[in-house]
Structure formats: C-alpha cells, structure tokens
C-alpha cells in the first residue's frame, strides 16, 4: 500500500525557516499512512487501557508545542514504542509511508497543536 519518497525538513534550521519549510509540505497534497505495524501481528494491549502504539502516538503529540509534520511523529513515536516493545519482548514496528496510487504528491500531513 505504501512506498514513495517523502519530504524531509531540516532540524538543524533556524525557528523561523523551519516553519516556513514546514508550511511549504504542508501546501502540497499528501496521502499517508502512519500504522501500528507492517505485514506481522500487532499488539492491541500493553500500555494500561491502550496499546502502546496508541500511547506513544499519544505522548508525542501532546508534546508538540509547534507544528510538527507526520514524518517527525512518527520518527519520536517509534524511538518511544520500541523502547517499550523491546523490554515487553515485542516484534512490532510501526510504519509510515505514502500510500501508492492515491495521488501523493510529496506533501505531509501535519500536526498543529491547538492554541
């Protein structure tokens, strides 16, 4: 369902360029998925009353305080889950990419946390 090239942004740019970078991925169409795992079993469980997809999913966005573009979601999201996968023994890893032949033209989704 997915494989294609995504936009990057620079973290080492200043406040400002890095939002105005942020903006222009922002104008082009993107059609992404950000899902809890590839081809194996996922785990449903694992982090109280949610899974640990879910809460790491969670935890980054809460933590945003700027606009923040999927692709960065999902590098944070995946550092966390699979810190806590490896101490629970657990093989899943999330996955992102474009979704093929849905019309992605390079863009991101982007998160804008609320004032």
Request: positive net charge.
């Amino acid at each position: 369902m997915t494989r294609s090239a995504l936009p990057r942004v620079d973290s080492e740019l200043a406040q400002d360029a890095r939002l105005a970078a942020v903006a222009a991925i922002g104008r082009v169409r993107a059609r992404v998925a950000l899902t809890s795992g590839g081809l194996e079993p996922v785990i449903d469980g694992g982090a109280g009353g949610s899974s640990l997809f879910t809460r790491s999913l969670v935890e980054v966005l809460d933590a945003a305080r700027d606009p923040i573009e999927a692709r960065r979601v999902y590098g944070e999201l995946t550092a966390r889950f699979l810190l806590r996968a490896r101490e629970l023994n657990i093989r899943q890893r999330p996955d992102y990419a474009p979704i093929q032949f849905a019309g992605h033209e390079a863009g991101d989704f982007l998160f804008v946390p609320k004032p």
